[in-house]
């Protein structure tokens, strides 16, 4: 049974665009909620995190919006630029170090220049 | 920086033969994972260990087996491989200090068996 439903699976932006991708969860003891990035040959590395303490998170042109009322977050990458090509993976998990990672299905992201 | 290595990054193997996937950490990380990675299905937990010696199963452990003798050293086995098992694996390592919850990903071995 998937927890973590990611969507879109892909998407085209053009370079100066807002990239969007969201995802929902189940499980509501989930209260740690990473975003990862991969390059193609690369394995994932780690982009942003939340906790459900805060609504948002931003770090440079990248934002995560929470809504924990709908079980809802969400990467926003502002003035997407072709070196952000690349496939997003959301997750969530327990805030434990005891726990693991439950990931989306994967966001193939191409921006065109 | 933390560095997850795995030992391949490309594997071609036949059909029954058993393989040996490895993965070191250098950081001294308690907890180690391996994930498979497949178009469309995302990544999918296999096993995972939270320190030596100790193993769990994962979501899908049918057709592996694990082995962490050393705290920096988690290797994945496939005691029998099979064409399904062609796929791209990840190795990944983690502290169990507070606030800080992320993974760090080797970069993956693509093992193809025919």
């Known amino acids: 049974q998937q927890q973590v439903k990611q969507s879109p699976q892909s998407l085209i932006v053009q370079k100066g665009g807002i990239s969007i991708i969201n995802c929902a969860y189940e499980n509501t003891a989930f209260d740690y909620f990473p975003w990862y990035q991969q390059f193609p040959g690369k394995g994932p590395a780690l982009l942003i995190a939340?906790?459900?303490?805060?609504s948002e998170k931003k770090e440079g042109r990248f934002t995560i919006s929470f809504n924990k009322s709908a079980k809802q977050f969400s990467l926003h990458i502002m003035d997407s630029q072709p070196g952000d090509s690349a496939t997003y993976f959301c997750a969530a998990s327990l805030n434990s170090g005891y726990s693991t990672l439950t990931f989306g299905k994967g966001t193939m992201l191409l921006v065109s220049p | 920086d933390v560095k997850v290595t795995q030992s391949s990054r490309y594997l071609v193997k036949r059909t029954g033969e058993k393989v040996f996937l490895e993965c070191v950490q250098d950081?001294?990380?308690?907890?180690m994972f391996w994930y498979r990675q497949d178009p469309g299905l995302g990544l999918r937990l296999i096993y995972f260990?939270?320190?030596?010696?100790?193993?769990e199963k994962g979501d899908i452990p049918e057709g592996y087996s694990v082995s962490r003798e050393k705290k920096e050293r988690f290797s994945l086995i496939l005691e029998s491989a099979s064409t399904n098992q062609t796929s791209m694996y990840l190795c990944a390592s983690r502290t169990t200090g507070a606030d800080n919850y992320g993974y760090t990903f080797g970069s993956g071995t693509r093992l193809t068996v025919v």
């Open positions: 950081m001294d990380h308690e907890n």
């Open positions: 939340i906790r459900p303490d805060v």
């Open positions: 260990s939270y320190d030596v010696k100790m193993k």
